[in-house]
């Protein structure tokens, strides 16, 4: 499968063809697995997860290293620290920790879970191929004015760029429901969370080089 190519459209930032990339079948064909994409949301969710929940244990409650009364003779029951968790002031027993709660599937599952997303957005006609992307300064109105070029003037964009570019990246930061992502920080979470992907020509043949190997 891995040989097999499809031709996808290139355009240019207003929209205007600028030629096919042709990339292997695998990336965006599909299957669209729907448990591995949910799997790999899943674990993301979970490495992001602070884990910083904490309760006293009683090795954090200051005092009680006194007996509060004697064993026997009073007739109350057996107490040996004004600490223990059953008292008002107590330390807790089993409670919250902090944690890390982050786990990771396998290579081979989340090289496959993103083609799945890549290939979902290809179904949908939301993965847009541009020639190249760059912006003159890193003006949040430029940017605006890039979207709307290529017709994502309400934004909700993902964008992914085959190098970091620092003026790109401010131009799009103050926009809510716009990112823009480094190839190789491309993650199913975000590829899901945004309705359109728009790839650079170069980013997409990094991935393809990265995404589409033995396991295609």
Do not use: C
């Amino acid at each position: 499968m891995a040989s097999e190519t499809v031709k996808l459209p290139v355009v240019s930032l207003d929209r205007s063809p600028a030629g096919d990339l042709a990339v292997p079948t695998a990336l965006v064909a599909g299957p669209v697995r729907q448990s591995l994409l949910h799997a790999l949301v899943q674990s993301q969710l979970a490495t992001r997860r602070a884990g910083s929940a904490a309760t006293k244990t009683r090795a954090f409650v200051s005092g009680g290293g006194k007996k509060p009364w004697r064993q026997k003779g009073t007739g109350r029951a057996r107490a040996g620290s004004s600490r223990s968790p059953v008292w008002v002031g107590g330390a807790v027993i089993f409670g919250p920790q902090p944690r890390d709660y982050g786990y990771r599937l396998p290579k081979s599952a989340r090289r496959a879970a993103l083609r799945a997303a890549l290939a979902a957005r290809h179904a949908d006609g939301r993965l847009l191929v541009i020639d190249s992307l760059s912006l003159s300064e890193p003006k949040t109105k430029r940017m605006h004015e890039l979207l709307e070029g290529l017709g994502f003037g309400g934004g909700d964009v993902l964008i992914v760029l085959a190098a970091a570019d620092e003026t790109v990246q401010r131009a799009a930061r103050n926009l809510a429901r716009v990112q823009v992502l480094v190839e190789g920080g491309l993650n199913v979470y975000d590829v899901l969370r945004y309705s359109h992907l728009v790839v650079t020509r170069a980013a997409l043949e990094q991935l393809a080089a990265r995404l589409v190997g033995e396991d295609a």
